[in-house]
């Protein structure tokens, strides 16, 4: 069955720090992917998205690309800020079809300090 | 516009008592719908996912059930609380590559 797996956590680092939280997907078809965002004592977000091999998703200076050849879609940032702390799930919806299944990589806690 | 209504926001419960946690859904048909759980400290746990009316496929096994009396109702219930339901839940949609989520409700089993 389709499955993502992110790099474990949890993962500490000072303000504007360079970020990279991987991110590999295994699944049959063609899956669009997502990185959603749970800031402290808040539900989910959408952070960022993309549909399609060697497409880059971006919000709020965050960036992942979708790259098929390594299955993966790591998240990046540049700067992290204090406000970045939250936990980031990574998922997929597999298929071009409304029946796609959500699923998600098990989460990876970021604390940025001041 | 599409969104995702689930309530309550919080529950305290005590051990052995019943639980309902309804989820609703608007500007959409014949979503794929979703329950997960999240643990303290923990990832997202997918506990149940429907696809259509009456359909429901359980991820894991638990003291939990789900139901989905309309096409835009999802239903999670427990005839008897454990200690170790405690946590966050959360429903969500799907179609055609959107996803929506529902704000959580934080369960507490005393």
């Known amino acids: 069955g389709d499955s993502v797996t992110q790099m474990e956590g949890p993962v500490t680092l000072s303000e504007e720090a360079f970020l990279t939280i991987n991110c590999t997907y295994t699944?049959?078809?063609?899956?669009?992917l997502f990185w959603y965002v749970q800031y402290p004592g808040e539900g989910l977000q959408l952070l960022l998205k993309?549909?399609?091999?060697?497409d880059k998703g971006s919000n709020k200076g965050f960036e992942a690309t979708y790259r098929k050849e390594t299955t993966s879609f790591h998240l990046e940032k540049g700067s992290v800020q204090v406000s970045d702390s939250a936990v980031y799930f990574c998922?997929?919806?597999?298929?071009?079809?409304?029946?796609?299944?959500?699923?998600f990589g098990q989460g990876t806690i970021l604390t940025v300090h001041p | 516009s599409q969104t995702i209504h689930q309530w309550p926001a919080t529950l305290v419960q005590p051990v052995g008592s019943p639980l309902s946690l309804e989820c609703t859904v608007e500007?959409?048909?014949?979503?794929?719908l979703y329950w997960y759980r999240q643990a303290a400290g923990r990832g997202l746990q997918l506990l149940f996912y429907?696809?259509?009316?009456?359909?429901i496929s359980s991820e894991v096994p638990q003291n939990l059930s789900a139901s989905r009396p309309q096409d835009r109702q999802f239903i999670l219930s427990s005839k008897k609380l454990l200690l170790s339901d405690s946590g966050f839940y959360l429903c969500?949609?799907?179609?055609?590559?959107?996803?929506?989520f529902g704000q959580g409700t934080r369960l507490t089993v005393v």
């Open positions: 969500a949609w799907t179609r055609g590559g959107k996803a929506f």
């Open positions: 699944a049959t078809g063609y899956p669009s």
């Open positions: 993309a549909t399609k091999a060697d």
């Open positions: 998922a997929l919806i597999n298929g071009g079809t409304s029946y796609g299944k959500l699923t």
């Open positions: 500007g959409t048909s014949n979503p794929n």
């Open positions: 429907s696809v259509g009316i009456g359909q």
